[in-house]
């Protein structure tokens, strides 16, 4: 049962143009939702957050967008940059139940940014 | 100056061996973590440590036993390797109160034949 779901496995992205990379979860008890990068033999790295209470988040070039209804975000990336090219994870940090402190991470989606 | 390190960074064992991976930290947080990237990649949860208290236990096998010697650090033993147990273990940290802000080791591929 996967609370946090990546669909999307891959995207590929011409330089200069926009990404976005999606993410859906079904538990309403997730207090802030996150985006990671990852590069290969590296661990992740805190990219950008999102409190539940916000629908909007942005830092430089990234933007993460939030809707609760849909239970669904967002990350943009604009413009891309060959230096993105990355996994992308999205997580979501617990607020109560079985979740509570956790994160839950999806699947990863992995972003090419072609020259 | 490595944030978060882990030892080894590859491991290969055969079936049945007890093993050991180690991680320090040297940002000064007081949480420590480990998770478990399996081979759909899917990065899970398995220990959290506040101040060298346990916080969180995933449901591991008992074969899986943390220690934390101090604030710093944070291992993973692991006794009786089974096949199902390679995947890339990766270990964390992040400071109270801030637990999404996590700071991740390079990961140990842990592999066993």
């Known amino acids: 049962d996967q609370q946090v779901k990546q669909n999307s496995p891959s995207l590929s992205v011409q330089e200069g143009r926009i990404s976005i990379l999606n993410c859906d979860y079904t538990n309403s008890m997730f207090d802030y939702f996150l985006w990671y990068k990852k590069y290969p033999a590296e661990g992740p790295t805190f990219l950008i957050s999102?409190?539940?209470?916000?629908d909007k988040n942005e830092d430089g070039r990234f933007t993460v967008f939030l809707n609760k209804s849909a239970k669904h975000l967002s990350l943009h990336i604009v413009p891309s940059q060959p230096g993105d090219s990355a996994v992308y994870f999205c997580a979501a940090l617990g607020a109560g139940g079985t979740s509570y402190g956790k994160l839950t991470f999806g699947q990863g989606t992995i972003l090419t940014v072609h020259p | 100056d490595t944030a978060v390190s882990q030892t080894p960074k590859y491991l290969v064992t055969q079936m049945g061996n007890d093993k050991s991976i180690k991680c320090e930290q040297n940002?000064?947080?007081?949480?420590m973590y480990w998770y478990k990237q399996d081979s759909k990649k899917f990065l899970k949860i398995m220990f959290s440590y506040n101040n060298k208290e346990l916080i969180i236990n995933e449901t591991v096998p008992n074969r899986f036993s943390p220690k934390s010697p101090d604030k710093a650090h944070l291992n993973l033993h692991i006794n009786s390797l089974e096949l199902g147990d390679s995947a890339v273990y990766f270990c964390?940290?992040?400071?109270?109160?801030?637990?999404?802000?996590?700071?991740f080791g390079p990961g140990t591929r842990l592999t066993v034949t």
């Open positions: 999102i409190s539940s209470i916000k």
């Open positions: 964390a940290s992040s400071r109270s109160g801030i637990s999404y802000e996590q700071y």
């Open positions: 940002l000064g947080h007081d949480t």
